[in-house]
């Protein structure tokens, strides 16, 4: 099987490329990606002399490009590429709606007309808005985005569901909770606070602090997009979870006496615009149909990643730097 990854230098592209070459022998995958500030080449650097990789670097939005890459035998579109960051939308939203929205029509169109027999678009559980205290979010739980980051994605779910409907194009959607593992950026909450910590430098907590994440180790979410590239129903939407809940508060302790830090380095800060106040996902519909599980529980993910970053700060030190120039 050929394949387009798009993103594929990111967090999870990046992740979900490495697996694919590993685990699926008759696999070639061409990875298209525009290196934004959040693009990387040291991400895919161990497998980019492989001969079933190919690196691209050009943007989504780009029909011609796009075009001649999925007429060159391409089966599938894995689609991942997007502007990521909540905080750089509530800042700047005008790029996420090109990328987010137009690049994916502009995927969409090109994979149609090459006839590109599977897309796969790689959402998010924030299309859903906030929940109260109580509830999860189902697959048809009513899209109520609230920053132009979710807003953008859910613009981009809708157009993926047009093809389905109007044009039987077999598109899939899959929506997962907030990732953590290794290749983060460290503009996030996890590899931000765990770097920072390693420098001695404070942390900012957003608000009170109590704002709830649904969390899943990135390799689990990997497996489960290739789930459901392998085996989803065209038109469907499924949600992706690990059934771990935690407050922010409850992962900076977490990281706090992992890396033996003192509650000095705790500051809360002004919070976040419209700051979602908690987000759940059942993902039960992937279990039943698909027979994906998590392999990860947090508590050992946590420790993994955690070790991860102490153990590969060559990586993450130049991207700190990129952080602070790129806002
Ligand atoms: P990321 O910001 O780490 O990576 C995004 C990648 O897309 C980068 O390599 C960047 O260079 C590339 N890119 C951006 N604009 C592009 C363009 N116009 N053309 C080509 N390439 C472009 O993001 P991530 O955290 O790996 O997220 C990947 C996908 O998963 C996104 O679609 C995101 O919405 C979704 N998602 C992320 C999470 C999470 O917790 N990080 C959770 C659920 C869904
Ligand atoms: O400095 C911080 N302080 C803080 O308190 C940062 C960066 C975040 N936070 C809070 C805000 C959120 O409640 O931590 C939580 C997680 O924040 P992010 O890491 O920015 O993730 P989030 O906004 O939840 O969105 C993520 O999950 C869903 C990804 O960035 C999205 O791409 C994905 O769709």
């Known amino acids: 099987m050929k394949l387009l990854v798009t993103g594929g230098a990111g967090f999870i592209g990046s992740n979900f490329v490495r697996l694919c070459l590993k685990e699926h022998a008759d696999r070639v995958v061409v990875n298209l990606d525009k290196l934004t500030y959040a693009g990387n080449p040291e991400n895919l650097k161990d497998v980019e002399k492989d001969p079933r990789y190919r690196f691209v670097r050009g943007d989504i939005c780009d029909p011609d490009l796009a075009l001649e890459l999925m007429r060159d035998g391409i089966d599938a579109v894995v689609h991942f590429a997007a502007e990521s960051h909540v905080d750089r939308s509530i800042h700047d939203p005008a790029v996420f709606l090109d990328t987010n929205i137009l690049g994916t029509h502009n995927l969409l169109k090109c994979a149609r007309e090459a006839s590109v027999s599977r897309f796969l678009q790689v959402s998010t559980d924030e299309?859903?808005?906030?929940?109260?205290?109580?509830?999860?979010?189902?697959?048809?739980?009513?899209?109520?985005?609230?920053?132009?980051?979710?807003?953008?994605?859910?613009?981009?779910?809708?157009?993926?569901?047009?093809?389905?409907?109007?044009?039987?194009?077999?598109?899939?959607?899959?929506r997962c909770g907030n990732n953590y593992g290794p290749y983060q950026f460290p503009e996030k909450l996890i590899p931000l606070f765990v770097t920072n910590l390693l420098d001695d430098i404070p942390v900012p907590l957003y608000g009170d602090g109590l704002n709830v994440r649904d969390w899943i180790h990135v390799e689990d979410?990997?497996?489960?997009?290739?789930?459901?590239?392998?085996?989803?129903?065209?038109?469907?939407?499924?949600?992706?979870?690990?059934?771990?809940?935690?407050?922010?508060?409850?992962?900076?302790?977490i990281?706090?006496?992992?890396?033996?830090?003192?509650?000095?380095?705790?500051?809360?800060?002004?919070?976040?615009?419209?700051?979602?106040?908690?987000?759940?996902?059942?993902?039960?519909?992937?279990?039943?149909?698909?027979?994906?599980?998590p392999r990860f529980t947090f508590e050992q993910g946590i420790k993994e990643t955690i070790a991860w970053y102490k153990d590969n700060e060559h990586w993450w030190r130049p991207l700190k730097e990129r952080v602070l120039k790129t806002y």
């Open 221 to 253: 979410h990997c497996r489960a997009i290739d789930a459901v590239l392998r085996k989803g129903r065209p038109g469907e939407v499924y949600n992706i979870g690990g059934r771990a809940e935690k407050n922010n508060l409850q992962i900076t302790e």
């Open 127 to 174: 299309v859903y808005g906030s929940l109260g205290p109580a509830g999860v979010f189902v697959e048809e739980s009513p899209l109520r985005p609230n920053s132009p980051y979710a807003a953008s994605k859910a613009g981009a779910d809708l157009i993926c569901r047009s093809f389905f409907e109007t044009f039987s194009f077999p598109v899939v959607v899959t």
């Open 255 to 293: 990281l706090f006496k992992e890396l033996g830090k003192p509650e000095t380095l705790k500051k809360f800060v002004k919070d976040r615009l419209g700051h979602d106040r908690r987000y759940a996902i059942d993902p039960g519909k992937l279990e039943r149909e698909l027979g994906w599980s």
